[in-house]
């Protein structure tokens, strides 16, 4: 049976709830379990208060079941973006080569292979403290650290099934309306998507043709304002793009296929500006 988790005290609760804690009594709990003595809580509640994330004071986020680590100063995954990656895992196999770019915490590339047993998930993310997060959700050997495409080893071109990617995608001018916990404690790299939120997404699009499988699969999360323009980066790049979404969660995502037999040489480049061999091969 498992254990019946006390409940929380009510003063924290008032804190919390004074603070603007929506669900107050969840976190007052949460926190509680989290904290190794009554200091400590102290603490957390009070950095809770001040506006810090409350799976960054726990170490941790719920995500597609899963307990993904979270560390200060690192993009917190959404709710919305189980969106993303259950639409990437309803196009794996247990044969596919997936990869999460942009991974962040490798939130969606963990949720992937939990969802698909034998699926080869790779990621590869630009800031360093994000990487160390992945590397705990995700085989270290399989997390890679650099700026998009170029962070990859060679030995992937052309054999990505699924290429998933929640890349920052807010524009630049509309990052100091974010909520304090976004704006103030996560990274300007991880929301930061240009002057109209897609200059992340058009770099992934145009890269994409070259390092998907024939047939292979682009999924990209953005918001339903901008999906008509990320579509648009998509079918530019040469893939055949459409949008969904879902509305419970608030998801937009947008996939883009490579045709079964096209050929993208001539239009990519042999490989990544920049590469080096890592080691790694099948």
């Not at 699009?205 to 390092?211: M, R, V």
């Amino acid at each position: 049976m498992p254990a019946v988790r006390p409940d929380p005290d009510p003063g924290l609760v008032e804190r919390l709830r004074a603070a603007g804690c929506v669900f107050a009594e969840d976190e007052a709990a949460l926190l509680a379990e989290a904290a190794g003595s009554a200091d400590e809580l102290e603490r957390m509640v009070a950095d809770r208060a001040a506006g810090l994330p409350l799976e960054v004071l726990v170490g941790w986020a719920s995500f597609c079941g899963l307990r993904i680590t979270v560390a200060p100063g690192v993009f917190v995954p959404r709710r919305r973006t189980e969106f993303l990656a259950r639409s990437a895992a309803a196009l794996a196999k247990s044969s596919s080569v997936v990869l999460d770019l942009c991974c962040g915490t490798g939130a969606v590339g963990a949720a992937v292979a939990s969802l698909v047993p034998g699926a080869e998930v790779y990621a590869a993310e630009l800031d360093p403290a994000a990487v160390a997060c992945a590397r705990c959700n995700l085989p270290r050997d399989r997390v890679f650290e650099g700026d998009l495409y170029d962070a990859l080893p060679p030995a992937l071109l052309g054999r990505v099934d699924v290429l998933v990617c929640n890349a920052p995608y807010v524009p630049t001018h509309a990052i100091d309306l974010m909520p304090p916990e976004a704006r103030d404690h996560e990274p300007a790299v991880a929301l930061d998507g240009g002057a109209q939120g897609l200059d992340v997404q058009a770099r992934v699009s145009d890269g994409a043709p070259g390092w998907l499988a024939p047939g292979g699969a682009l999924l990209i999360e953005t918001s339903e304002r901008q999906a008509s323009g990320t579509e648009a980066l998509m079918v530019a790049a040469g893939l055949t793009a459409s949008v969904s979404y879902d509305a419970e969660v608030g998801g937009t995502v947008v996939t883009g296929f490579r045709q079964p037999h096209d050929d993208p040489a001539g239009t990519t480049p042999a490989g990544p500006p920049g590469a080096v061999d890592q080691g790694w091969g099948r």
